[in-house]
Every structure is written in structure tokens, then in C-alpha cells.
């Protein structure tokens, strides 16, 4: 409100002094108070806003019903969203007739004469009125510069509830998509006298609003406590709730008023994003082209833009401006020239477009310009915001961070020849290099996600900073926690490797429950020896303990005989029986402890040729007393289906995935698993055989107990 004030101050003074004194009528928006919500028609909804209008003037407007000396109502709608102010909704314009003297904005000089507002009179119009489609006409036909409008309107016919109304998108109202979101309505009132008389810049005001996403109509309503911001158009919104916004008034010469919001944000990966909004407040001739000037090499991401629909049969035409990057010029957005088509989507008034990009390089104050729609003098106005700061010197490319066993490598290829280049890592110089090297190796890094930072010199000027990161991980063994069942002869306890290298060895040492757990066999996992080619591998166990040694490649240059960078890759097995004595529900756990076995062996991992230590996980075992299955669910899904049959025949002869329930895949019983249970099962479901004996078909526990594991 007071940046408007300030703006018609300066053109007074400047522009002509004498105005001063002038008599001259001055409408604003003093109110918007309530809102109809009428519901959708395909994905638009409909609202209207009611408004009271007030004579903050010298002199008495005029509102003659019957010509065009009155004023035309306009509404809108907005949305903040993650710090971006957007325009979701425009109406046609409310006609008006028959001012009433309300004394809403203060005393009123009352004039009991309907084709006149008093000085310092107020008028309202409820939301119902400045809904009534068959007295709402065409935005395309008012000038809102002179106010000057064809009476009366002319305009396609109407039909359905949406028409003509203030429309709104479906999208921008659901609260899937609007986490957060607030939202706004504003009225813009224009007519001859205020307009002619100087007075047209503020007759827009805003108020905060809420929608209701569970109610069928996203009901709207005004927000509890808030307050009109009047002379306040919806972009002062943007800059009124996110104090960083700079606003800028480009006044176009015997035309109107434009304001240009910008917004800079760290994006926090080295990248900025930069928004734009251009509002068009009242300038006839519009605005058709937005130029960011950058100079310097800058990599710009994600230009886009966005408008706001008009509808109900407006002739303009919706089409998106294409925004364009041009290295050491900036960006440019522009929409189809006047010359060659009139009713192209030029920024017209009361509407606001945004546009964005996000760019490797920080802002600073910078240039742009903003064309003119219309033919006139000028054909662009001149800018200053904030813009990304780029660098003239050519850059680095093709910068990777890899991380080895005990460094991260970093290699880049330079764009031309430098003095100098900049190593950083977290914002931390680590070293100065000459302007010809292509790598370093950063060493002795602790666990943990770190971002370095290149930057060249040619004498004082830089490249804008190549960025990589990466994760530094110590190979990881765990065990996965598991039930265990009393009897149970062959307990599988997978040993597993996590890690960010790939790895040419390890050993462990495995510290395990007596009292419960009897471990009979230790095996390195069949597909690391095959597929890696394990030069060496020693196992041994005992009362209380399991050790394994495995080197895959003890000589190097470790590029075949390694198992490479993954998660939860299962390195070894120790099978176990369970004693008959646990008790259902008790717990004992299996821990990496250093120095088990004759001779003793370490918790080890080799990368790189280096042995490290690695991180251990151990797990902890359940015990239950038996568990329990359905004779042929072979594959465990509480069914016996042709699917089972399948599972147990690709386990035995393809590969295929290990059962969890062994005795469920022996259909006939025998403690054995082979092709004949596969058969027999066949046979039950298709050819009338015998039903697999107990458990079955509910699930129970096997009252034949054979050693069969079954988790």
C-alpha cells in the first residue's frame, strides 16, 4: 500500500506539479468480504467475490448504468506455494449500476443520486451480484489505462454454471497437490473519471482466503482474521509473506503501470533457482517479451513458465511463451508479435505471468527488459533485478568424485588453459593446483556424503564451481536377525556385506550361542566363487564360534576376482542345529567378535589391496518351539496352488529362489526333496492323486519331525 502511495507521488512531482491541487474521483477496493462457490463443470471450479468500492477522492465518481461511465468489477484468485505466488484464476467483469452512499471507508458526502458515489462514499456488491453471469462482460473489450469500454458489451452467449465466472483449475485447489498452499482473492475496479483523472494504479486490493479441499466444491471462505490490504494488488502478496521478494514499478509512458517481482532461492546443490513474475496492473499496451541478461557461461536448467487461463470465450490465444537460453546473452521468454497476431497471450491487464530457471551460478544485481506488446513508443522498458552472476571464463567439465578404499578420486577435463584450480571440499580449501591438473585424491575420509568444488583462475577472473559429491561407506558385515525352531537340524544364518567398493577379500570371526545353536558347517555363497573366482578360502567352527578367510584376489590389479559395490550381498553361511531345550519367545545373539578360532582371525575387509575394518551388525535369534506350514505351500503364500509345484521344480533343477519352509515343499513326506514331490503335487491337483499328508490343509506343526528346516 505505501510503495503504491510513493509511486503517484514521484509522477506527480515529476510529471506535472500542478496536478496536486487537481479535483479529481479516486476508487478503491475497500472491502472484499465474501465468496460464492458454485461448483465444476469437467476440472473448473467457479467462485465470485463480493467487494465494496470507496471514493478516497476529491470529486464524485461516476456510475451511470446505461453508458459507459461506470465502473467494471474484475476478480481474481492466487496461490503461494513453496514460496512462489501464482495467478490460478480470472473472471469477466461485473458491470455495475446504482451507487449506494455507505460510509464503510469513513464520513460520506451523500448524494441520494444512483449514477454518482459521493466523496468518501462506499458502495458494496456481495458476492452473489458480482457473480450474476448475465451482467458479466468481456475483459478483451476495456482499456484499462483510459477506462474507456464499448457500451453496451457484446459477447458469446453463456451456459453452465463456470461460465464467465472467476475459473480455477482443479489442480491448483486439491491438497495432494497444494501441501501448504495459501491463497488469495483481489477486485480491480476501472472507470473513466478515476483512470483519466491519474488515479488507476491502485484500484486493486487483496485479502487472504481459505479453501476447503474435503468439501465437494473446494468451498472457499475468507481467512479468519485477515483484513483487505487495500491499494494492495495480489503481487504485493508475494513480497507482503516472503520478505525476500523485490518488487519493481515499470511505469510504460501515457500508458499504465507493470510491476516485475523477482525471487532468488539456493537450492542448496549448487544450483539457485531464479523466479520471475511480471503483473500487469493497467497498461493497455501489455507486455509480450521477459530478457534476463547474464553474461558469461552459466548452465541454466528448467525454464519454464506460467499463465493464467482466460475463458468463457475471450479470443486470446492461451498458447505458452517459449523461454530460450542464449550463453553470454541471458534468457528470454516472448510470446507471438502484436504485428502478427492481435490477440496473442500478450500480459494483459489485471493478469500476472511467471517465469523461471535455475542456474550453477549466484545471484547478483543484474539487467533485463520487458517488451511491449502494442506498437508505441518505447517498444521495451529496462530492468534491474537480481540475476545469476556468470563467469567469462570457460568451464570444467565432466567432474566425478569415485570413492576408493581409503580416498575419493576426483577427475575433471578443463575447458581451456588456467592459471590455477581450486579444490574444495564442504566449502574448505584442501588444495591449489596447477591450471593443467585433471585429478586428485582426497584421503582419509570418516563415513559420511561430502560435496567438493572445482574452481579455475585465469588471472583474477574464475569459472563458476564444478560441483560432485559422493558417499564415503565402510564395507558393512551383518547378520539378519531370524526365527530359529527347536529340532531344527539346519538353521541358515547368511552372513552379509554391504560396502561402496568393490572387494577383493575378508575374514570374520562370529561369536554364536552354545547353549542353543550347534554350528555343523561354514560356506563362502556358491556365486562369489564362481563368478569371482575365489583364489583362497579357509573355514573353521567349533563350541561358540564360526571363522571364515576368503581372498578373491590377492595379487591385483583387482579388476575381475572382486564382488562389486552393492547392498546386502550374501557373502557366507553357517548351518546350525537348534537344541530341543529353547523356550518359546527367548532370544540370543550372534556377534562379529575379533580373535575366535585356532589361530585367531580378525573382522577383516580388502579393498583396493588395503585391509580395513569393517563395520559389523550382529542379529539376534528368536527361538520358537516348532514351526508351523501347510504341506505343500512350497512357495509359502497360505495356498496350494500349480504355483507351488513350479517353486519346488525351480529350486531343484533351474536355480530357483531357496524355500523358507522346506517341509512344505516335501508333499510326500519323506524328509527328502526331489522331483517326486513336484510330481506328486501335480498329480493331487490335476489328476485326482492323494492330498499331501499332515499338516494338511490347514497349517500345523509336522508330526513327523525329519530335519527339514522350515523358518
Known amino acids: 500500500m505505501h510503495r503504491f502511495a510513493l509511486a503517484v507521488v514521484l509522477v506527480v512531482l515529476a510529471l506535472a506539479p500542478t496536478t496536486l491541487s487537481a479535483q479529481n474521483p479516486d476508487v478503491i477496493v475497500g472491502d472484499l468480504f465474501n465468496i460464492n462457490s458454485y461448483g465444476s463443470a469437467g476440472d473448473i471450479f467457479a467462485y465470485s467475490v463480493g ?80 457473480g450474476s453471469q448475465g451482467n458479466l462482460g468481456p475483459r478483451s473489450q476495456v482499456n484499462a489505462s483510459t477506462g474507456v469500454f464499448p457500451y453496451p458489451f457484446t459477447a458469446p452467449a453463456f451456459n453452465g454454471i463456470i461460465a464467465r465466472r472467476l475459473q480455477v483449475h482443479e489442480a491448483d485447489l486439491t491438497a495432494a497437490e497444494n501441501a501448504g498452499a495459501q491463497y488469495f482473492v483481489t477486485s480491480h475496479y476501472v472507470t473513466q473519471d478515476d483512470a483519466q483523472g491519474g488515479n488507476g494504479d491502485n484500484n486493486s486490493s487483496y485479502r487472504q482466503i481459505t479453501i476447503d479441499p474435503a468439501s465437494p466444491n473446494f468451498t472457499a471462505g475468507m481467512m479468519p482474521g485477515s483484513a483487505t490490504q487495500q491499494q494492495s494488488p495480489g503481487i504485493q502478496a508475494w ?137 508505441g513508443t518505447p517498444s521495451a522498458m529496462p530492468l534491474i533485478f537480481d540475476v545469476p552472476a556468470g563467469s567469462l571464463v570457460p568451464p570444467i567439465s565432466s567432474f566425478s568424485c569415485v570413492p576408493g578404499a581409503t580416498t575419493v578420486n576426483l577427475s575433471w577435463v578443463n575447458g581451456d588453459v588456467y592459471d590455477s584450480i581450486e579444490v574444495r571440499r564442504d566449502g574448505s580449501l584442501l588444495a591449489t593446483l596447477a591450471g593443467t591438473a585433471t ?68 575374514t570374520f570371526s562370529i561369536s554364536v550361542p552354545s547353549d542353543r545353536i550347534s554350528v555343523y558347517e561354514v560356506s563362502v555363497d556358491g556365486t562369489i566363487t564362481a563368478a569371482a573366482g575365489a583364489e583362497f578360502v579357509e573355514a573353521s567352527f567349533g563350541v561358540g564360534f564360526a571363522t571364515i578367510q576368503v581372498v578373491l584376489d590377492a595379487v591385483g590389479p583387482f579388476a575381475q576376482q572382486t564382488i562389486g559395490p552393492g547392498t546386502d550381498q550374501q557373502i557366507a553361511t553357517l548351518t546350525a542345529s537348534v537344541t530341543s531345550n529353547v523356550v518359546e519367545g527367548e532370544t540370543r545373539q550372534l556377534n562379529f567378535v575379533d580373535g575366535l578360532g585356532s589361530p585367531s582371525v580378525a573382522n577383516t575387509v580388502r579393498i583396493d589391496g588395503l585391509d580395513q575394518t569393517p563395520l559389523t551388525e550382529g542379529g539376534t535369534v528368536t527361538f520358537a518351539v516348532s514351526p508351523t506350514f501347510i504341506r505343500g505351500d512350497c512357495n509359502s503364500d497360505g495356498a496350494v496352488l500349480i504355483n507351488d509345484a513350479i517353486f519346488v521344480l525351480n529350486y531343484l533343477f533351474a536355480g530357483g529362489t531357496i524355500p523358507t519352509c522346506f517341509s512344505g515343499c516335501d508333499t510326500n513326506d519323506s524328509g527328502v526333496l526331489n522331483i517326486v514331490d513336484g510330481i506328486n503335487l501335480l498329480n493331487y491337483l490335476f489328476v485326482s492323486g492323494s492330498p499331501p499328508p499332515a499338516p494338511f490343509p490347514a497349517p500345523g506343526s509336522d508330526p513327523t519331525p525329519d530335519g527339514l528346516p522350515c523358518l
Not at 481474481?76 to 484464476?89: H, N, S, T
Not at 503483473?279 to 506460467?306: E, K, Q, W
Not at 569459472?463 to 547378520?479: G, M, P
Open 51 to 130: 467487494t465494496e468500492s470507496c471514493n478516497i477522492g476529491n470529486v464524485t465518481l461516476s456510475w451511470v448504468a446505461g453508458n459507459n461511465l461506470h465502473p467494471v468489477i474484475g476478480q481474481e484468485m492466487w496461490r503461494l506455494k513453496d514460496g512462489v505466488l501464482e495467478q490460478i484464476g480470472i473472471s469477466w467483469l461485473k458491470h455495475s449500476f446504482c451507487a449506494l452512499d455507505n460510509t464503510f471507508c469513513g464520513p460520506c458526502t451523500v448524494t441520494n443520486d444512483c449514477d454518482i458515489l459521493g466523496i468518501g462514499c462506499s458502495d458494496p456488491y456481495g458476492a452473489g451480484l458480482n
Open 239 to 375: 513480497q507482503d509473506f516472503v520478505p525476500t521478494v523485490s518488487l519493481e514499478d515499470v511505469q510504460v509512458p501515457n500508458d499504465g503501470l507493470i510491476i516485475v517481482g523477482n525471487n532468488i532461492t539456493d537450492n542448496g546443490n549448487g544450483t539457485w533457482h531464479y523466479e520471475y513474475a511480471v503483473y500487469n496492473i493497467n497498461s493497455d499496451r501489455c507486455a509480450d517479451r521477459l530478457t534476463v541478461n547474464f553474461p558469461g557461461v552459466v548452465d541454466v536448467t528448467n525454464i519454464s513458465m506460467h499463465d493464467v487461463d482466460h475463458h468463457s470465450g475471450e479470443p486470446y490465444d492461451g498458447t505458452d511463451w517459449p523461454g530460450n537460453y542464449s550463453q553470454g546473452v541471458g534468457v528470454t521468454w516472448q510470446t507471438t508479435p502484436f504485428g502478427t497476431n492481435q490477440d496473442a497471450n500478450a500480459i494483459r491487464w489485471s493478469t500476472m505471468y511467471n517465469f523461471r530457471f535455475d542456474a550453477n551460478a549466484p545471484p547478483a544485481s543484474g539487467t533485463g527488459s520487458l517488451g511491449i506488446f502494442k506498437p
Open 439 to 506: 585429478g586428485f585424491a582426497d584421503p582419509s575420509l570418516a563415513p559420511g556424503t561430502y560435496e567438493w568444488s572445482l574452481r579455475a583462475f585465469q588471472g583474477l577472473d574464475a569459472t563458476n564451481d564444478a560441483l560432485c559429491s559422493a558417499a564415503v561407506t565402510l564395507r558393512t558385515l551383518s547378520i539378519s536377525d531370524m526365527i530359529a525352531f527347536s529340532g531344527q537340524s539346519a538353521l541358515s544364518i547368511p552372513v552379509l556385506s554391504s560396502n561402496s567398493a568393490p572387494l577383493q577379500g575378508f
